[in-house]
């Protein structure tokens, strides 16, 4: 007679658990993005007030100064966001060696707002540099830490290995989106290739102990004219949050929060000495969120970064003060936590740029 079979034991609890599985991330509701009913009980706590949500302190990382002056910010950045200014990273825009390493020793020597790095120009088309600036060949031990700051406008067999190269190396690279994501001509793809093949393991086998920053792609460029109603279901929407998605899943990849280009001024967010929000601004906020809203939900609170100036490749003008209000405004509206408002605000850039 054969053996009876045995039953199938149940699957242990924790197998499920041990499974490797998409990560579990921040969502953020639609009701963020709608003002409170004004019917809600009175039961219901309430979250505090955007205009008291403050970070603790503030490291504005990108603060883009050509010659090192920093006094044009400095008369741009308000009382709030120069009180509380813990330190920041200072661009520098010419390409002239020389000229950078003085605008690097001067910066460096006599600047009076704590500097916590200073990015200095770096051309992905020239390929794997042949030699070094002294103020890069120093750049592991230098205080404030010397980083690169490049540009993307299409991908390259040369761009592909410089930053391969720099990543080994173990340099920060603020990488300045300067082409249309929201255009579709295979803007996305193309960045999202150039990326896959920039970290792929190098010949060598040595390790990418280096960290990427994406700049001006949070927000991205957008028409102001499309109505937010039909932004929701736009394709270009839809495809930024797909896109966004996918860049998340670069471990080494972080994204600057700085001012959008969008064909206009950022506006200030009161007039006068009114302490209502101006109409613009009001729009502004909402059309921001509505980016926030996919990039937390992909990266996290610990991959966002603030930043104050816009991109070099920007036409419209934004002063420092102005756009610190709308973002901050912009992240307390979603509800977020005072440790997720610090940490956009602050943390993220101590730990990406103190870390050695």
């Given at each position: 007679?054969?053996?009876?079979?045995?039953?199938?034991?149940?699957?242990s609890p924790g197998v499920?658990?041990?499974?490797?599985?998409?990560?579990?991330?921040?969502?953020?509701?639609?009701?963020?993005?709608?003002?409170?009913?004004?019917?809600?009980?009175?039961?219901?706590?309430?979250?505090?007030?955007?205009?008291?949500?403050?970070?603790?302190?503030?490291?504005?990382?990108?603060?883009?100064?050509?010659?090192?002056?920093?006094?044009?910010?400095?008369?741009?950045?308000?009382?709030?966001?120069?009180?509380?200014?813990?330190?920041?990273?200072?661009?520098?825009?010419?390409?002239?060696?020389?000229?950078?390493?003085?605008?690097?020793?001067?910066?460096?020597?006599?600047?009076?707002?704590?500097?916590?790095?200073?990015?200095?120009?770096?051309?992905?088309?020239?390929?794997?540099?042949?030699?070094?600036?002294?103020?890069?060949?120093?750049?592991?031990?230098?205080?404030?830490?010397?980083?690169?700051?490049?540009?993307?406008?299409?991908?390259?067999?040369?761009?592909?290995?410089?930053?391969?190269?720099?990543?080994?190396?173990?340099?920060?690279?603020?990488?300045?989106?300067?082409?249309?994501?929201?255009?579709?001509?295979?803007?996305?793809?193309?960045?999202?290739?150039?990326?896959?093949?920039?970290?792929?393991?190098?010949?060598?086998?040595?390790?990418?102990?280096?960290?990427?920053?994406?700049?001006?792609?949070?927000?991205?460029?957008?028409?102001?004219?499309?109505?937010?109603?039909?932004?929701?279901?736009?394709?270009?929407?839809?495809?930024?949050?797909?896109?966004?998605?996918?860049?998340?899943?670069?471990?080494?990849?972080?994204?600057?929060?700085?001012?959008?280009?969008?064909?206009?001024?950022?506006?200030?967010?009161?007039?006068?000495?009114?302490?209502?929000?101006?109409?613009?601004?009001?729009?502004?906020?909402?059309r921001i969120k509505m980016?926030?809203?996919?990039?937390?939900?992909?990266?996290?609170?610990?991959?966002?970064?603030?930043?104050?100036?816009?991109?070099?490749?920007?036409?419209?003008?934004?002063?420092?003060?102005?756009?610190?209000?709308?973002?901050?405004?912009?992240?307390?509206?979603?509800?977020?936590?005072?440790?997720?408002?610090?940490?956009?605000?602050?943390?993220?850039?101590?730990?990406?740029?103190?870390?050695?």
């Amino acid at each position: 007679m054969a053996a009876a079979s045995l039953p199938i034991p149940p699957m242990s609890p924790g197998v499920g658990a041990r499974r490797k599985g998409p990560k579990s991330l921040p969502r953020l509701p639609m009701s963020a993005f709608s003002p409170p009913n004004s019917g809600t009980s009175d039961m219901f706590p309430l979250h505090p007030s955007p205009s008291t949500v403050q970070p603790e302190e503030i490291v504005d990382a990108y603060v883009v100064a050509p010659e090192g002056d920093l006094s044009h910010w400095k008369a741009q950045a308000g009382e709030v966001l120069a009180s509380r200014i813990a330190g920041a990273v200072v661009h520098v825009q010419t390409q002239e060696p020389s000229e950078v390493e003085s605008i690097v020793q001067k910066i460096s020597t006599s600047s009076d707002v704590p500097v916590s790095a200073i990015a200095v120009p770096f051309r992905l088309e020239d390929g794997v540099p042949a030699s070094l600036p002294s103020y890069l060949a120093s750049a592991s031990s230098s205080k404030p830490r010397v980083v690169l700051s490049a540009s993307f406008t299409k991908s390259s067999p040369e761009a592909i290995e410089a930053l391969q190269w720099a990543l080994v190396q173990d340099y920060i690279v603020v990488l300045d989106v300067q082409c249309n994501v929201t255009e579709p001509a295979g803007t996305w793809e193309a960045l999202e290739d150039f990326l896959t093949k920039s970290t792929a393991p190098p010949p060598s086998g040595a390790p990418l102990k280096g960290k990427i920053i994406l700049s001006n792609i949070l927000p991205p460029s957008d028409d102001l004219s499309l109505p937010i109603v039909k932004l929701l279901t736009h394709p270009t929407y839809q495809a930024y949050q797909a896109h966004i998605a996918s860049l998340s899943l670069f471990a080494n990849v972080f994204v600057n929060f700085i001012p959008p280009q969008w064909g206009a001024a950022t506006p200030a967010l009161t007039v006068g000495d009114s302490k209502e929000t101006s109409k613009e601004a009001r729009e502004w906020k909402r059309r921001i969120k509505m980016y926030i809203s996919p990039v937390v939900e992909a990266f996290g609170f610990q991959r966002v970064i603030f930043g104050s100036s816009p991109s070099p490749s920007s036409r419209a003008s934004s002063r420092a003060g102005d756009w610190y209000e709308l973002a901050r405004e912009s992240f307390a509206e979603l509800g977020v936590e005072q440790e997720g408002i610090d940490a956009v605000f602050c943390t993220n850039a101590q730990t990406v740029y103190d870390a050695r």
